[in-house]
């Protein structure tokens, strides 16, 4: 439902949401989650150029219990500025499906005792301004996760809620130019995302601390187009990794060349022209598997090296 009166607007709604899982293979991981809810928000315009809108949502899990997710933000814009700021929380209902049971699977993994949800707490700031051709924002962003779902892999394969919260905190930069044909984006990400396991404050696994990339285009329609595009990779942590506990940076550099010769367009495109290989630094292979079956390693860099191709588009 929806309404609006002067500078104010109100919506209101009902949702249901229902997650059922049903494996024959280990059937003490089966579920059936029913969530109904219902959410409001309301969004005003306070003054010109300052708007805010707050919602909030009630959700009544059927495995987890009854949860209340609010949030507010604000909006300003004045002349070439403009800035959002943005708080919320928000809850998720755990499940046996996570990204690193989905790798392993379900045969070895042990529960210690019933899971809590997670509760999240998340915070957003960002600026931006316009200059002509040229755009940038600047957004710096934390959140704060309780009861935290963690897949401890040595000594033993197991799925518990973490004790202390996990928390995170960055900075994104985006600037883009454009000036036809031209167009050009960077990027620039800090993220430092924290969990304590075991009593150890660590980084978050497979999380790069510093990544960076930069995309350039030239194009003309009754022409074609060149794009190129560079990534900057940093050092990210690893778990239960037997030939480093850190990995290394790495850059990643593509090309795109398209000419059109009539109906035809003829392309020539090149993916990771700087050869990047995790297997360049260590094998894949682990030396024995780990705790829950996996034979191999993370992914923490590409696992393909160079890659060109070319074709042809053909218009009727």
Do not use: C
Not at 67 to 84: C, D, L, M, N, Q
Not at 99 to 112: M, N, R, S, Y
Not at 203 to 225: C, F, I, K, N, Q
Not at 276 to 282: A, E, S
Request: overall charge neutral; aromatic content about 10%; hydrophobic content about 35%.
């Amino acid at each position: 439902m929806r309404t609006t009166a002067n500078r104010q607007t109100w919506v209101a709604g009902i949702a249901v949401e229902r997650d059922a899982y049903a494996p024959q293979d280990v059937p003490g991981f089966a579920y059936v989650f029913t969530v109904p809810g219902v959410f409001a928000q309301h969004d005003v315009n306070v003054a010109p150029g300052f708007s805010v809108s707050s919602s909030g949502r009630i959700d009544v899990h059927s495995e987890y219990g009854i949860f209340f997710s609010p949030r507010i933000s604000a909006v300003a814009h004045t002349g070439k500025w403009a800035s959002r700021l943005s708080v919320g929380t928000g809850f998720f209902g755990p499940a046996p499906i996570t990204e690193e049971t989905e790798a392993a699977g379900l045969t070895h993994l042990g529960v210690e005792r019933p899971l809590e949800a997670e509760r999240g707490l998340s915070a957003s700031f960002d600026v931006s301004r316009t200059e002509g051709p040229l755009s940038y924002t600047a957004t710096l962003f934390a959140s704060r996760v309780a009861h935290s779902i963690h897949v401890e892999r040595s000594p033993e394969y197991v799925l518990r809620n973490l004790a202390e919260p996990t928390t995170n905190v960055g900075l994104e930069i985006l600037g883009t130019w454009r000036r036809a044909p031209l167009s050009l984006t960077a990027t620039y990400t800090y993220v430092r995302p924290r969990e304590t396991v075991a009593g150890r404050h660590e980084d978050v696994p497979l999380t790069p601390r510093h990544s960076a990339g930069v995309v350039g285009m030239w194009e003309v329609d009754d022409a074609g187009r060149v794009g190129i595009e560079w990534y900057y990779t940093g050092r990210q942590s690893l778990e239960e990794n037997p030939y480093r506990a850190v990995g290394e940076p790495y850059q990643i550099l593509g090309l795109l060349a398209e000419r059109r010769i009539w109906r035809v367009r003829v392309f020539v495109n090149g993916e990771n022209l700087t050869g990047v290989r995790q297997t360049r630094w260590d094998p894949l292979l682990r030396p024995n598997r780990s705790a829950d079956g996996r034979p191999t390693v993370d992914a923490w860099a590409p696992l393909e090296g160079r890659n060109i191709n070319g074709g042809l588009r053909v218009r009727f």
